[in-house]
């Protein structure tokens, strides 16, 4: 062809045929009519024809839906019989009914003939969906990613500011999802998170963005949310959803999540806000004790500040030396006698005083925090008792609680080991308890890494027995030498007739498997006679001494029995004593 887009006239027909036969690129001649005049072989291949003389006398419109074909008979075919070159992408139709991406190229011959070339896009469209899959889909999941998602919510702000719509943003965290990944391993840990990126996907509406983060974290997009009332309905419809069992490997899994939820315009007016909005309420979620959703407010972002504050003071805490361990008694109830001490967490701020548990452990738990914490702790309390060993205070033993993160890392094991080498404790005097919660909430892990515990000599204890309302019968699967009963039955079985059964009846089981009782939170003599005519082995409490510090545990174990306190602690402290199940 010539610059001006025409056929070079100065070649012959068969000449010019002959050429238009070897170009690897379909090209065709279209008469008058509108029918083919001559068609290479390449176009015929192209469209699923057997060659191109099967294409010569058909019309071109046979190449294309119709829409398609009154759109190119327009944009490209009519101006090029008028001497004005087109080109352009359109959807061609193969003979199988295939439709295929096309670049077409139509340009005038003169006279109504018209030359039309057409090359196949499929590759490169596949190539750029392949390019697209990797800038904004999850690789695991399909879902849209954290670069896709940002996009369309910018796209559903602006269409919301401009027609006056609401939208919501949810931000969704799977429930202990790292248990899964420790537990089961990483491959099914991706199984799992396939299945509930294909469940919520399904539970939202037409139109509805779901997008995977990272992790287990997931986002949605719901634009048109026209009451703030929608959203119990949403929310109830995904937990739903998710509670409902996931089978995998031909085994059940359940998995629970805690969400968090920002509107538009109320919590924010673009993307990063409302973003942050949402993952300040999801957090508050996980604060009330997971598997719920929460809308956002601004008095969370008040909260939110301050935890993160909290947060990074906790992380330097211990670098500071400003973290300490408290020490109280165990008496034997038999004989009055010192049997042993509990080592609690405690934090010194500088700006804010002591600092029970119950203000940071949590917060320490769900940051990881606690893994490093953890092993100071136990190399702390070794090292403490073995001194008091050394000043004759022979066979006291250490209580230790461990914390779910702990109970669940790898590294445990070599931590005991280490703080029992470097102490030059001996392994019989470490017991180490696990509040009940922790312990049933994975129970076939839990049982295994007390049995590995066990392995090294070490006393293991079952802490706040009763508060998680677990089956008496899960003790027996349970490698433990001792059960703590919580403190709250405690208090209340000398007036509360149910309260009392029920230490009555943990107190005949524990003993009939051979366990060890202590009753914590201990404040009364009638408390004391109650718990001796049950036969409780040893007793912890105020009324004998709360946790203080270590260079004030000196004249208790100098006595070697501790007579009642009287009068009991106050009822402000003895509240503070709650905190302890966290260390």
Not at 30 to 39: K, N, P, T
Not at 88 to 93: Q, V, Y
Not at 391 to 411: D, T, Y
Not at 549 to 556: N, V
Request: glycine fraction near 8%; hydrophobic fraction near 40%; include cysteine.
């Amino acid at each position: 062809m010539g610059p001006d887009g025409r056929v070079d006239e100065s070649l012959g027909l068969e000449e010019a045929q002959s050429l238009l036969r070897a170009v690897p690129h379909g090209v065709a001649v279209i008469d008058a009519s509108g029918l083919f005049d001559f068609a290479n072989d390449a176009c015929a291949r192209l469209l699923a024809w057997d060659d191109g003389a099967a294409l010569r006398g058909r019309s071109w419109r046979e190449l294309h839906d119709p829409e398609e074909a009154d759109r190119l008979e327009r944009e490209g075919l009519g101006p090029a019989r008028a001497g004005q070159a087109w080109r352009g992408e359109a959807t061609g139709r193969r003979r199988d009914g295939v439709h295929v991406p096309l670049d077409l190229l139509f340009a005038p011959l003169g006279e109504g003939r018209v030359a039309f070339a057409l090359r196949d896009l499929s590759s490169q469209r596949e190539a750029e969906e392949r390019l697209s899959a990797l800038v904004f889909r999850d690789p695991l999941t399909g879902l849209p990613n954290r670069r896709l998602f940002e996009d369309r919510l910018a796209i559903a702000l602006a269409q919301a500011h401009r027609y006056r719509h609401r939208l919501a943003v949810i931000f969704l965290d799977l429930d202990r999802f790292k248990q899964v990944n420790d537990t089961l391993g990483h491959a099914a840990g991706d199984a799992l998170l396939k299945a509930v990126s294909e469940r919520l996907a399904t539970s939202v509406r037409e139109g509805d963005t779901v997008a995977r983060l990272a992790g287990d974290e997931f986002t949605l997009l719901l634009p048109g949310i026209h009451y703030a009332e929608d959203l119990a309905a949403i929310s109830r419809k995904l937990s739903e959803a998710l509670r409902q069992p996931f089978r995998l490997d031909g085994n059940d899994m359940r998995v629970t999540a805690s969400g968090g939820i920002s509107l538009y315009p109320e919590d924010g007016e673009d993307v990063e806000a409302l973003l942050k909005s949402a993952d300040t309420a999801m957090y508050r979620a996980k604060e009330r004790g997971r598997d719920n959703f929460q809308v956002f407010s601004p008095t969370m972002a008040e909260k939110a500040q301050k935890r993160h504050a909290l947060e990074e003071s906790l992380r330097q805490a211990l670098e500071r030396r400003e973290m300490t361990l408290h020490y109280q008694p165990c008496l034997e109830l038999a004989t009055g006698r010192v049997v042993g001490m509990e080592a609690l967490l405690r934090w010194q701020r500088p700006e804010l005083g002591l600092l029970l548990p119950k203000d940071f452990i949590a917060l320490a738990d769900f940051t990881g925090v606690m893994l490093s914490v953890g092993p100071w702790v136990l190399e702390t309390a070794c090292r403490q008792v073995r001194e008091w060993h050394r000043r004759g205070s022979k066979g006291l033993r250490v209580m230790v609680n461990l914390s779910a993160p702990e109970l669940q890392h790898e590294g445990l094991v070599v931590h005991v080991e280490k703080a029992l080498a470097s102490s030059g404790l001996e392994p019989d005097a470490l017991h180490l308890e696990v509040p009940e919660g922790y312990a049933m909430r994975d129970l076939d892990h839990t049982v295994e890494a007390m049995r590995t515990l066990r392995s090294l000599g070490v006393h293991l204890a079952i802490d706040g027995f009763g508060a998680g309302f677990s089956s008496l019968a899960h003790l027996r699967r349970l490698p433990v030498d001792a059960l703590k009963i919580d403190l709250g039955f405690v208090r209340g079985a000398t007036t509360d007739p149910d309260d009392a059964s029920i230490v009555t009846a943990v107190i005949a089981v524990a003993h009939s498997l051979g366990l060890r009782v202590v009753a914590l939170g201990v404040e009364t003599e009638a408390q004391v006679a109650l718990l001796r005519s049950l036969g409780c082995d040893e007793v912890q409490g105020y009324l004998w001494s709360p946790p203080v510090p270590p260079e004030r545990c000196e004249h208790l174990l100098a006595a070697g029995v501790l007579p009642a306190a009287s009068p009991p602690p106050p009822e402000g402290a003895r509240r503070a004593r709650t905190g302890r199940s966290g260390r």
